[in-house]
Each structure stands twice: as structure tokens, then as C-alpha cells.
Nanobody, 118 residues
Framework: QVQLVEFGGGLVQAGGSLRLSCAASGSIFRINAMGWHRQAPGKQRELVATITSTSSTNYADSVRGRFTISRDNAKNTFYLQMNSLKPEDTAVYYC????????????WGQGTQVTVSS
């Protein structure tokens, strides 16, 4: 099993920045990709960004150029740096990870609220 714990949500004004962290523990050798998802009120959960074990990254069109996903293998932690935040970025953000044998995330963090005020 893998446990994911998130840190770093909060309230920020439009145009501001936040950094989310996700610390992984347990059987982390099983993981080959990690990512961030978000869910706004009344909307479906959506993929924000992913990073693989080879540090290949991918972003949703809505955040490309503003958000950056990264990882620190020594700390078993990955991050989402969010710049130029917009009110529409307001959501609960979840970190997630998947096993090598899975197409979809197997493990999820508890979620952290990000609120961007206009």
C-alpha cells in the first residue's frame, strides 16, 4: 500500500501563487506515475498535471504555462507550483499515484482546499 498526504492549500488572491506538496510513504517502489487532480463544487474531478518516474510531465490545457509539477525523489514528495491563479482554479486538489500495472490512480490523498478570490 501507498499513503499520500497533502500539504499547502489555502486562500489566495487572483494572480497569486501557492505550492502544494504530496508526501508518499509505504510501498512507493510500486509507483510509476503521480499527479494532481481537482474537483470544483458541482463539477467532475479533473486531471491537472502528471509526472512519470522518468519525470515526463503533462498538463491540462487550462493550467499549462501557469502550473508546474515536480518531484523530489530523496524526499518521496511531489509538488504542484501554481502561479497566476484564477478564481476558476478554486477546487479541492487531490494528489494521486498509480502502480506500474494500473491505467488509473490506485492511491489518493485526502484533498486540500484551494480558494482563489477575485
Amino acid at each position: 500500500q501507498v499513503q499520500l498526504v497533502e500539504f499547502g492549500g489555502g486562500l489566495v488572491q487572483a494572480g497569486g501563487s501557492l505550492r502544494l506538496s504530496c508526501a508518499a510513504s509505504g510501498s512507493i517502489f510500486r509507483i510509476n506515475a503521480m499527479g494532481w487532480h481537482r474537483q470544483a463544487p458541482g463539477k467532475q474531478r479533473e486531471l491537472v498535471a502528471t509526472i512519470t518516474s522518468t519525470s515526463s510531465t503533462n498538463y491540462a490545457d487550462s493550467v499549462r504555462g501557469r502550473f508546474t509539477i515536480s518531484r523530489d525523489n530523496a524526499k518521496n514528495t511531489f509538488y504542484l507550483q501554481m502561479n497566476s491563479l484564477k478564481p476558476e482554479d478554486t477546487a479541492v486538489y487531490y494528489c494521486a499515484a498509480k502502480d506500474r500495472d494500473s491505467l488509473y490512480p490506485n492511491y489518493w490523498g485526502q484533498g486540500t482546499q484551494v480558494t482563489v478570490s477575485s
